[in-house]
């Protein structure tokens, strides 16, 4: 059966670096929570665990009130760590591992251009921060259109 060390990952001395640097209260006790999960997978050390903690390592390097340049590296580096031992993982607890890796790399390419998709102020015109649609006209559609055509965020590429 497949094990990983959670000290040969590196993200616990990352993220002991990242809190003094969270000076918003609300953003540090999120922080604070999401470093009891992490704390928690620590111990049961399986698959879906490292698949989870690798999600939440990338959140917390997308979380500009969280990760600064120099975390950002770091996490980055912990990610990739993370991904070695999500190969080996694979190897060990996949059936057909090469087509799940695969397939995992397409689901995050996938996820990424949604992230980027998300940023786009048409996106944002039409959506709130949760990711629901707003109750929009379809004038309000047609304006928004017309402003964003020009933009330089991806949102008609």
Same mark, same amino acid.
């Given at each position: 059966?497949? =094990?990983?060390?959670?000290? +040969?990952?590196?993200?616990?001395?990352?993220? +002991?670096?990242?809190?003094? =640097?969270?000076?918003?209260?609300?953003?540090? !006790? *999120?922080?604070?929570?999401?470093? #009891?999960?992490?704390?928690?997978?620590?111990?049961?050390?399986?698959?879906?665990?490292?698949?989870?903690?690798?999600? $939440?390592?990338?959140?917390?390097?997308?979380? *500009?009130?969280?990760? =600064?340049?120099?975390?950002? =590296?770091?996490?980055?580096?912990? @990610?990739?760590?993370? +991904? &070695?031992? @999500?190969?080996?993982?694979?190897? %060990?607890? $996949?059936?057909?591992? #090469?087509?799940?890796? &695969?397939?995992?790399?397409?689901?995050?390419? +996938?996820?990424?251009?949604? *992230? #980027?998709?998300?940023?786009?102020? $048409?996106?944002?015109?039409?959506? !709130?921060?949760?990711? /629901?649609?707003?109750?929009?006209?379809? %004038?309000?559609?047609? /304006?928004?259109?017309?402003?964003? @055509?020009?933009? @330089? !965020?991806?949102?008609?590429?």
């Amino acid at each position: 059966s497949f =094990n990983w060390d959670f000290e +040969d990952l590196g993200l616990q001395k990352v993220m +002991d670096d990242i809190l003094p =640097n969270i000076t918003n209260p609300a953003t540090r !006790d *999120k922080f604070l929570l999401q470093m #009891q999960k992490v704390n928690a997978m620590s111990e049961s050390h399986t698959f879906s665990d490292l698949i989870e903690l690798r999600q $939440m390592t990338n959140d917390f390097l997308y979380n *500009k009130k969280v990760a =600064n340049v120099d975390s950002a =590296n770091a996490l980055r580096g912990v @990610i990739e760590t993370i +991904d &070695d031992a @999500i190969v080996t993982g694979a190897g %060990e607890v $996949m059936e057909r591992p #090469q087509e799940w890796l &695969d397939n995992w790399a397409t689901a995050r390419s +996938d996820y990424s251009k949604m *992230k #980027q998709v998300e940023k786009t102020a $048409m996106y944002r015109t039409l959506f !709130d921060n949760k990711g /629901k649609m707003r109750a929009v006209q379809p %004038e309000t559609v047609v /304006k928004a259109l017309g402003k964003h @055509i020009t933009s @330089i !965020d991806g949102s008609f590429t």
